[in-house]
């Protein structure tokens, strides 16, 4: 990776970790409005010379994937564990980066932590030859130190231009996958960590949207969504973003088309199984002997 691309990288690095720090310390209020900092988030990155990849969510069970829409009061309460995973891009090269944080009291700051020390113990071991089990390996047994486990069906992702999930899973678990990372590899280490048996599936109404393949489409509804979402190619798009420009009806309309024809794919809230709350800590980097953490903020402690 070239110097010039290295710079970009932490520059949407910085914005991106700013933006997920700014955000965490409002939701940890009672009676924040999500939808408020949601929106706070997005403009924030723009403010700050950013392009907006995401701005998403999750609240208590639910591991990611929540994005309020633009009726949605939801807000933070006295003990909830709330999760804030903020993407920033600049012409696609991508910073990938999450945090939780307790409303008020919780009895749960050790979930946090444990979450914390795996992202810390995998990072530790990031080097190119380095397989994906021992990584995996390494985020288990922290979450286990503490009493925790880690969710064994979400992982960590190699990252390219315009695409977030580049191919290669990182696990938080020993999945035995002997892949070696390579030097120059643009990585995220994301390790959920659970007091439930460890597993997510989909639940829930999708706010979370991704083009899938570019086809023609006849709908004047299909057509605007396609238009509206356009620059961002591969990247996510949110529910809000067309309700605001199009209405609720039309939104409806042209999403469910799109969906039909596989065009569009539909990336519903990801929940815990069993009930069990859910922390996030997430940093993206490069593959280096000394990894390139650009996501770090000065005041994180992982
Ligand atoms: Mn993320
Ligand atoms: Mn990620």
Known sequence: MDQETIKILQKVG??????????????????????????????????LGGQIAWAQMAVNDAAAHYCPAEDDSSASKEGDIIKIDIGVHQDGWLADNGMTVVVGKSEYNDLLKATQNALKAAIKLVRPGVQLWELGEAQASEAETLGYKTVRN????????YVVHAGISIPAYNNKDKTELQEGWQIAIEPFVTNGVGLIKEKGIPTVFMVEKERGVRSPYARNILQQVKAQKTLPFTLKWLTRKMGKGATALGLRELQQLDVVRSYPPLVEVSGGLVSQFEHSM??????????RHEEDEW
């Not at 979400?154 to 231009?161: C, K, N, V, W």
């Not at 490069?286 to 996501?295: N, Q």
């Open 286 to 295: 490069i593959v280096k002997d000394k990894p390139i953490v650009y996501t």
């Open 14 to 47: 910085s914005i991106a970790a700013q933006v997920r720090r700014e955000g965490a310390s409002k939701l940890a209020k009672p009676g924040t409005s999500f939808l408020e900092v949601m929106d706070y988030c997005e403009q924030r990155i723009l403010n």
């Open 154 to 161: 979400l992982s960590g992702h190699t990252i390219e231009p």
